[in-house]
């Protein structure tokens, strides 16, 4: 029964997701990704979607995936995933943290979704981070300034693509 369980969520964090794909024309930015905080056998989905009201996105769901254990021998640094993003378009970034096994371990989850619209030929660092029981995501510039980032603001509820994420 545990080996089904662990199946099941190998194939939720890999097999079924719809990955993003960088645009190839129009203006970019750079929108780089990170995860600090996270315990053995915890795991990050971070999805992007169409706009506030949570549709799919056209470019695909997944952005990235931290993991304290390689699946099938991929996992993201937790340190930067780098993605080309459109600019000049919102773009909508969840983060979906869960640690344990439900039916086996006591779990916890958080889910924190944020929203900009970043300008071309610029660079943004989104960083999640977990302290205890408290998650929280920080959107910055590249050059640190949280004010530097164009109509920033927190969706709630958040975000969270089930089927292909």
């Not at 024309?25 to 750079?30: C, E, L, R």
Request: glycine share 10%; charged share 15%.
């Amino acid at each position: 029964m545990k080996g089904m369980l662990l199946l099941a969520v190998a194939a939720f964090l890999t097999g079924c997701a719809s990955h993003y794909v960088e645009p190839t024309t129009g203006p970019v930015a750079t929108v780089t990704f990170s995860a600090s905080g996270i315990d053995h056998g915890d795991w990050i989905l971070v999805q992007s979607f169409k706009n506030d009201g949570c549709a799919p996105s056209d470019s695909g769901t997944r952005l990235a995936t931290f993991t304290t254990k390689a699946i099938q021998g991929k996992g993201d640094p937790h340190d930067g995933v780098a993605r080309l993003m459109p600019a000049g378009r919102t773009a909508v970034v969840s983060y979906i943290y869960q640690s344990g096994a439900p039916g086996f371990t006591e779990t916890k989850s958080c889910s924190i979704t944020e929203s900009f619209i970043p300008a071309a030929k610029e660079h943004y660092l989104v960083s999640f981070r977990k302290s205890g029981l408290v998650c929280g995501v920080l959107i910055t510039h590249e050059n640190g300034d949280p004010k530097a980032v164009p109509n920033l603001h927190q969706v709630k509820p958040s975000c969270f693509n089930a089927e292909t994420g």
